[in-house]
């Protein structure tokens, strides 16, 4: 069975500061990816990375970037710099190779003030 | 990204009706379409499979025969919430796989309310 384990239910910073999400998740697959997704107020689901479970690289994309260690089966996300539109709920994600029916963690509900 | 629409994107119903859902891939062909079911300040959770020309599969605990899925053609799915209770009231959200793509996107999102 999977499971994606997001501890952190909220987090509130200050814009500019930093922000690192966290994400556990359990598999018996030895090949199988990794998301993240952003889900602003608005609802629709926003795709932000998918990881193969071969590629440790760690990854960084403008101000967000993911620190992936399978030693720790951990898939974390920090953003960098944060600004008030960060503010939204993020999920990790994961699934079986070539299949995308995904199990999400409960969620992390951002919220960066001015 | 590839491109999924979702119509529509909120609806009221009464109690008793029928309310369909559409989910459309507009630029690729999606065999593999997926239906989750958001409850306020939850996460999502899979309700079942769509499987273009065949019988989805449904997550355990899903109903069948309340939630029926058809699809009927490469880049459409449809989700009848039939008989419709206020505890079905949730956000619906599909996604399409993309072929050979790097990951699956989702659809707007409707957010059902019965009353």
């Known amino acids: 069975a999977q499971k994606v384990t997001q501890a952190q239910t909220e987090i509130s910073v200050v814009e500019k500061e930093d922000v690192t999400l966290d994400c556990v998740y359990e598999?018996?697959?030895?090949?199988?990816?990794l998301f993240w997704y952003k889900q602003p107020p608005s609802g629709e689901l926003v795709f932000l990375i998918r990881r193969n479970s071969f590629d440790e690289q760690n990854e960084i994309s403008g101000r967000y970037s993911w620190n992936f260690q399978k030693s720790t089966s951990s898939f974390n996300f920090t953003i960098t710099a944060s600004q008030v539109v960060d503010s939204a709920v993020y999920f990790c994600a994961l699934s079986e190779p070539y299949d995308y029916k995904l199990s999400f963690g409960a969620g992390t509900t951002v919220t960066v003030r001015a | 990204g590839a491109v999924v629409s979702q119509h529509p994107s909120r609806v009221i119903c009464k109690s008793g009706t029928s309310v369909k859902i559409e989910c459309r891939s507009l630029d690729f062909q999606a065999t593999t379409m997926f239906w989750y079911r958001q409850f306020p300040k939850q996460s999502l959770m899979l309700m079942a499979t769509s499987n273009e020309g065949s019988k989805a599969t449904y997550e355990q605990g899903v109903e069948k025969d309340k939630f029926l899925i058809n699809h009927a053609s490469l880049t459409l799915s449809t989700l009848t919430v039939t008989s419709a209770h206020p505890e079905d009231s949730s956000f619906y959200i599909c996604?399409?796989?993309?072929?050979?793509?790097?990951?699956?996107?989702f659809g707007q999102g409707t957010r059902l309310t019965v009353v």
């Open positions: 996604s399409a796989r993309v072929p050979q793509g790097e990951a699956a996107f």
């Open positions: 598999t018996r697959d030895t090949t199988y990816y």
